[in-house]
């Protein structure tokens, strides 16, 4: 009887393998999920981060200091050198071939253990060292890497008091320092972080009194000052958001802890200066003509727009309707910098008579969108 039960489940299993296989090619379009090489040390509250492609596993509850790396070339794991501190609720990111690891708290107790140390690991030579450490130590804050700095973001402080924090603490590894820069609007702890365009995004969280919120902040590290964007729709614990062109995806991570499944994704917008029928002003358009409105998108002290890729561009009523029949690249404002002229079939643009703005809508080559008006006088319309 038991080799037949086990026979059973055998060919049971071989059936399940073939439903899986037909239903996973069934569903390629969404997107499929597969079990990789099992990471060798079983672990919760983990510091992750990727240098050259590799995906590093570090410490984590209960009480470790494993540093294991994943290639997933050949879908194997390799033990490493391990980190010199037992931390859980540490943050990682990688940086030109090495892993910073910040914060957390040593030997697992956030309510003792909360600490300011920074331990970098060297792909190159297998070896960890010790930085600078953090001008205040943090837990359960969020983390990005933008033009080769670390950027530590909020958290809880050391307990007690346990203070949440606002702190945002840049490090440079060139000159192995840290800079205190301008903090968020209000303290945050477990938030989450992600980059897109040079832009850092403080995304949710709860503020000091565990009230999670549904802000998202955005720090522009050329001007050292946080703006409050578009709420997220659903407000998360430690979401882990990231930028895929232009485009941020935050997946996952219910407030308190509760398991959601809910994939929201922000499109962030740049207001660029545009300027219809350049050198002349009011912006007449005769919504009959069969010929073209050229429309300059300029640049300013703060955006180039020799970077918008021609192709994205679209200009009308809504700045969705016509796509570009030519563009140059012009000064055309005579200011010395060099600007995109476009031109749009009239009768693509869906403008009609009594219309008073118009709009562009674009991406740049590096996939951030970019938006701009600019006012029209339709004629002669009468
Ligand atoms: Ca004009
Ligand atoms: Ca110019």
Redesign the pocket.
Known sequence: MKSTSRLTKGMFTILLGLMVVVFASDTFAQGTWTTKAPMPTARVFLATGVINGHLYAVGGSPGLTANEVYDPVTNTWAIKASAPTSRIEASAAGIAGKLYVVGGCINSDCRIGTTNILEVYDEATDSWATKAAMPTASHQMAIGAIGGKLYVVGGDGPCPPCNTIAALQVYDPATDTWATKAAMPAPRHVLGAGEVNGILYAVSGALADDTFVNTVEAYDPATDSWTTVAPIPTVRTEPQPQGINGVLYVAGSGPGGTPIATLEAFTPVIEVAI???????P?SINPRSLGVVPVAILTTGTFDATTVDPNTVRFGRTGTEAAPVHFALQDVDGDGDIDLILQFNTQDTGIVCGETSASLTGQTFGGQAVEGS?SIRTVPCK
């Open positions: 300027d219809i029928t350049p050198g002349s002003f912006n600019d």
